[in-house]
């Protein structure tokens, strides 16, 4: 009986292989496309030292390495529980859906599969990192060995987020709510 598992376990791990974590980013842009490596991109994380094919992409996007290596190190603080729930309910579903148009496994736009990895991606860097993740333990939990980015895309996603921001910041400090509230001053 003992035996007989061992086979099965066996027999799934050859047929089955399990996923992959992430190697490389394709960076897309229109016709603009590069790779990098997610291990360069750790590199430059932790030592602040890019390599030449991280200075050439810098110097292409006019991106420094001051605002890179703070991009890279940004943390974020994602619960398990609340984050979990979140991702699986109707909000979440749109919120990754969209997100899949921009980060996704490179040549598979299947937004069914990007949003079940990013998902993942997002879990399980949660979990191993003490419920904080930045972009590189994203990347490294990420189940597919390629990552794409549609760098229009999240532009254009960025301005909108920028435009929602500011839409909030003016409706939170609107004079008219202080009128409507008497706490003006006039």
């Keep these: 009986m003992y035996l007989k598992y ?24 229109g016709n603009f496309s590069r790779t990098v490596n ?6 430059f994380k932790t030592n602040k030292k890019p390599s030449n094919k991280l200075k050439n992409l810098m110097k292409i996007t006019n991106i420094n390495d001051k605002d890179l290596h703070e ?6 603080e994602v619960p398990l529980k ?14 990754l859906s969209r997100l899949s148009k921009i980060i996704y496994p490179n040549k598979l736009s299947n937004t ?17 990192n003490n419920e904080r993740i930045n972009l590189i333990d994203f990347f490294i939990e990420y189940p597919n060995k390629n990552i794409a980015i549609d ?6 996603a960025l301005k909108k987020v920028e ?9 939170s400090n609107s004079p008219f709510q202080k009128l409507k509230d008497g706490r003006s001053s006039t």
């Design 163 to 171: 435009s929602l921001k500011e839409l909030i910041d003016f409706y």
């Design 38 to 43: 997610i291990e360069e991109l750790n590199d």
């Design 151 to 156: 760098l229009n895309a999240l532009n254009k």
């Design 112 to 128: 069914k599969i990007s949003t079940k990895a990013l998902r993942s991606g997002i879990i399980l860097s949660s979990h191993k």
């Design 6 to 29: 061992i086979n099965t376990i066996l027999l799934f791990l050859l047929f089955f292989p399990s996923a992959k974590s992430a190697e490389k980013v394709f960076l897309y842009k």
């Design 71 to 76: 991009f890279l190190s940004y943390k974020i």
């Design 82 to 95: 609340a984050s979990s729930k979140l991702m699986n309910s109707k909000i979440g579903e749109v919120f």
